[in-house]
Nanobody, 116 residues
Framework: QVPLVESGGGLVQPGGSLRLSCAAS????????MAWYRQGPGKQRELVAG???????NYSESVKGRFTISRDNAKNTVSLRMNSLKPEDTAVYYCNAHNIRGHDFWGQGTQVTVSS
């Protein structure tokens, strides 16, 4: 059973915005640190943004100031608001949940394409 399901990807023009969502099930969401990763064509998977169980956030330098990660523990969801999108943001975006016990879950990914 896949406990993480992403949605919200799609095709957007440069400068546009998208909001990705990740819905969790089967886990105690509030105790997990959550993150968004991405893997672009021919590239390795990289961390985009993370939010801890205590709501501390961190971002890669390439998205800082443009992307915002947030979580809603009541709805078991984590979101990634992406503004001022660039062609280099094109990638498959993955949701990740992990905790200090070594539990680590991944979603199946959602495609984001930034192109005119």
């Amino acid at each position: 059973q896949v406990p993480l399901v992403e949605s919200g990807g799609g095709l957007v023009q440069p400068g546009g915005s998208l909001r990705l969502s990740c819905a969790a099930s089967g886990i105690i969401f509030s105790i997990y640190d959550m993150a968004w990763y991405r893997q672009g064509p021919g590239k390795q998977r990289e961390l985009v943004a993370g939010i801890s169980s205590g709501d501390r956030t961190n971002y890669s330098e390439s998205v800082k100031g443009r992307f915002t990660i947030s979580r809603d523990n009541a709805k078991n969801t984590v979101s990634l608001r992406m503004n001022s999108l660039k062609p280099e943001d094109t990638a498959v975006y993955y949701c990740n949940a992990h905790n200090i016990r070594g539990h680590d879950f991944w979603g199946q990914g959602t495609q984001v394409t930034v192109s005119s």
